[in-house]
């Protein structure tokens, strides 16, 4: 997926695919397991809002640099993953395994990752955690947080954003 934008003022742009991701066809993600390529997460409040603050994974269990198994509600996610301070080149930094061991890898030029366990959002008829929401963007709240990476766009400097997704069975 390639999505760019250009502007003839200097505005803000950070646009995310808000695809919800069950590599098993069953009922919930139970089983599936995670791996990402970030040190850094954001905290946030009770309005799922960042806080500002730029924290470790190193010892919490917003630790995801080795593949483990997702829990419902352990931890609760709806939280950035910081992969860079800046957009940089398209580079693999996500694999999601079904407990089929149909694989996800993703790639992304994207700076962060907005992981959502869709705890408070379902469809009609359909339980919650239905899917793992999974979204290549730029960090949530940048205009209200100077240590963020910017999310500004002028005419001479266009957006660009590029992911991909690619699927086998794991070995």
């Known amino acids: 997926m390639q999505i760019d934008g250009t502007t003839d003022a200097t505005t803000c742009m950070n646009f995310a695919s808000h695809i919800y991701w069950n590599l098993d066809g069953s009922e919930t993600w139970d089983g599936h397991a995670l791996r990402l390529a970030a040190d850094h997460y954001l905290p946030i409040d009770d309005r799922t809002c960042p806080t500002g603050e730029i924290a470790a994974v190193d010892g919490t269990d917003m630790d995801f640099r080795t593949s483990r198994k997702l829990a419902k509600g352990a931890p609760a996610l709806d939280h950035n993953f910081c992969l860079s301070h800046e957009a940089t080149d398209l580079r693999d930094v996500l694999w999601l395994t079904g407990a089929s061991g149909i694989q996800m890898t993703l790639a992304t030029t994207e700076p962060g990752m907005q992981i959502h366990d869709a705890a408070g959002s379902h469809r009609p008829g359909k339980p919650v955690y239905e899917g793992l929401v999974i979204e290549p963007q730029h960090w949530p709240d940048a ?29």
């Open 143 to 171: 205009p209200n947080n100077s240590r963020f990476p910017s999310i500004k766009v002028t005419p001479d400097k266009a957006y660009h954003q590029v992911t991909q997704w690619r699927f086998e069975r794991a070995p």
